[in-house]
């Protein structure tokens, strides 16, 4: 059974950084093999894409509005995601989710899913 555990998360004043990371179990195929990805909802939101990673080259894509503030990377030894998020502004809070997708992925068509981590920007 496949497992996202996301863990991470807090409360952190406006400007400051946070690191998230998602650890991975349970993939029938190797965790390298995977895209792996960032969303967020925030309250009264929508979930939105926020980061992924391919795994041929580490190709990386971003939401505009992160972009240039949050990294994605990953350690396949651990088969663990994470996102680097510095410069936080209090529109980031949000629940952010830890997604997989066998192969090469866009920002659509995910199938597992973590059960989120709760990342709250104070101003």
């Known amino acids: 059974q496949v497992q996202l555990v996301e863990s991470g998360g807090g409360l952190v004043q406006a400007g400051g950084s946070l690191r998230l990371s998602c650890a991975a179990s349970g993939l029938t195929v190797t965790f390298s093999r995977h895209t792996m990805a960032w969303f967020r909802q925030g309250p009264g939101k929508d979930r939105e894409f926020v980061a992924l990673?391919?795994?041929?080259?580490?190709?990386?894509d971003y939401a505009g509005s992160v972009k240039g503030r949050f990294t994605i990377s990953t350690d396949n030894a651990k088969n663990t995601v994470y996102l680097q998020m510095n410069s936080l502004k209090p529109e980031d809070t949000a629940v952010y989710f830890c997604?997989?997708?066998?192969?090469?992925?866009?920002?659509?068509?995910?199938?597992?899913w973590g059960q989120g981590t709760q990342v709250t920007v104070s101003s």
């Open positions: 990673i391919n795994w041929i080259g580490g190709v990386t």
């Open positions: 997604a997989a997708r066998l192969g090469i992925g866009g920002r659509t068509g995910y199938d597992y």
